[in-house]
């Protein structure tokens, strides 16, 4: 997992600090069997965004979580072989208890792809729904935007 704070100032380099449960904050590009493999079955980064691009976000919602203030979780990514074991859930307690320890930030957020099988399902047990593109005339990017309580 990885957790970076943005810089203060445009100029400013943010600092990173990690919590690491994996050799690579990032997932691999294809899932492969872990058999005979030393990988970790999974990952989790997260970071405080100055305003996502991709996909762009609606103004509402970049006036309600302010750089600086709000944690945006990136991805939560564990291979099909090891999934429907806690993992994910277990990932997002960790970056939880480790944006609340920062003691920055007021908001976790993420965003995500309803179309990611079971993953709006996941997200919406662990918070609240913000805001469903879906629901804009001609439906947005078909995203779903999520608040996760900073304490569970």
């Known amino acids: 997992m990885s957790w970076a704070r943005p810089p203060s100032t445009p100029a400013a380099r943010p600092t990173r600090r990690t919590l690491a449960t994996s050799p690579s904050a990032t997932p691999p590009a294809r899932p492969r069997s872990c058999a005979g493999s030393t990988s970790v079955p999974s990952t989790a980064g997260a970071a405080s965004p100055g305003g996502s691009s991709t996909p762009p976000n ?15 979780l990136r991805r939560v990514y564990v291979r099909p072989e090891h999934r429907r074991r806690g993992l994910a859930r277990r990932l997002v307690d960790e970056l939880l208890a480790f944006a609340v320890a920062d003691g920055g930030y007021r908001a976790v957020y993420l965003h995500t792809d309803p179309k990611v099988p079971g993953a709006e399902g996941f997200w919406r ?18 995203i779903v935007h ?3 309580p900073m304490e569970r």
């Open 58 to 72: 609606p103004r509402h919602l970049a006036e309600r979580y302010p750089s600086g203030e709000t944690a945006q």
């Open 125 to 142: 047990s662990l918070g609240k729904v913000v805001h469903d593109e879906r629901e804009e005339p001609g439906g947005g990017h078909g």
């Open 146 to 148: 999520f608040e996760i």
